[in-house]
């Protein structure tokens, strides 16, 4: 398989802070393992300044953290849009933070996309599974987006995700039916370990995956943490693989360089042992890239 000439899909990772401490989520096992920081300001300049020169599908600005943490959030959307107006501008939250002054200035940032995480609707399987937030306070602020977003005639992609191996069939059947009253759909996705980050997950989810058969990752996709770090992947919680660094190189040149033709020989050849992550990692088994990076 041919790279791309740049990646198609960018994650950025503007903080490196969460919230919450999801049991499906490697964070909580992981948070204590890195430093934690804000990107600058110029950096994120520079890299949103690179990707005007190219044609993306998306940039995303989040990556293993809440992105609305970042008190700067809509001003880099209305940046990043305005630098490239072609390209598909994205967020993934879990509503916490999204109250209403926040969402009116995210509906009039410039934004094309949000997804929002939300694990079933009853309070109780909520709370259990998305802990540190509550049910009441999130189902308000996404309900009230939705109205705003209504009445504003912007047009926004609203993407529901949740879990469904995390919930009975009850659970899932209600919660479809609660999103649906509202018109919207919400997209039951996989349960994944995190690049085998996630402690326990063999018991939170119990079962078998073959590595290697789907995922292209390599190929189309670069994630940026706040330090100007490259990983491979948005399932490297640890930093365990580093391709290079953007405060004092280009994007395309990391993208070009010996570390990422090397990464994509061995995934070509499947050589598991020269991918460290890949081998551990279970979101090799879906299909579809649509699916991926979403969460």
């Known amino acids: 398989m041919q790279a791309s000439d740049f990646p198609e899909r960018i994650q950025i990772q ?3 802070y969460c919230n919450a401490r999801c049991i499906m989520c490697a964070y909580p096992d992981t948070v204590g393992t890195f430093k934690g920081g804000f990107m600058d300001e110029d950096l994120f300049v520079k890299i949103i300044n690179e990707c005007s020169k190219h044609q993306l599908e998306k940039i995303e600005l989040f990556l293993m953290n809440e992105p609305l943490m970042d008190k700067r959030i809509a001003d880099r959307i209305r940046y990043a849009k305005k630098k490239n107006p072609n390209t598909i501008i994205s967020l993934s939250t879990n509503a916490s933070l999204l109250d209403a002054g926040l969402a009116d200035k995210l509906i009039y940032s410039g934004l094309d996309w949000i997804t ?3 694990h079933g609707v009853s309070k109780e399987v909520y709370e259990k599974i998305m802990v540190g937030l509550d049910h009441d306070k999130v189902f308000t602020n996404i309900n009230t987006f939705l109205s705003k977003l209504k009445k504003s005639g912007k047009q926004i992609i609203v993407n529901l995700v949740c879990k469904e191996a995390l919930l009975s069939e009850s659970e899932q059947e209600l919660t479809k039916k609660y ?12 349960v994944n370990n995190r690049a085998g980050n996630v402690e326990g997950y063999d018991e939170l989810v119990p079962q078998s995956f073959d590595v290697f058969p789907h995922c292209t990752r390599p190929f189309w996709f670069a994630g ?13 919680y640890k930093r365990e693989v580093i391709l290079g660094n953007v405060k004092n190189s280009l994007i395309q040149d990391i993208w070009k360089g010996d570390k ?22 279970v979101m090799n088994k879906v299909p579809d890239k649509e699916h991926l990076c979403k969460i």
């Open 260 to 281: 990422y033709t090397k990464l994509r020989d061995a995934f070509t050849k499947k050589d598991k042992e020269g991918l460290l992550l890949c081998k551990k990692c």
């Open 116 to 118: 929002l995480s939300v």
């Open 179 to 190: 999103w649906g009253e509202r018109g919207q759909k919400i997209h039951m996705g996989l």
């Open 14 to 16: 503007t903080h490196s």
């Open 224 to 236: 940026i943490l706040f330090n100007g770090d490259v990983v491979m992947c948005c399932m490297d």
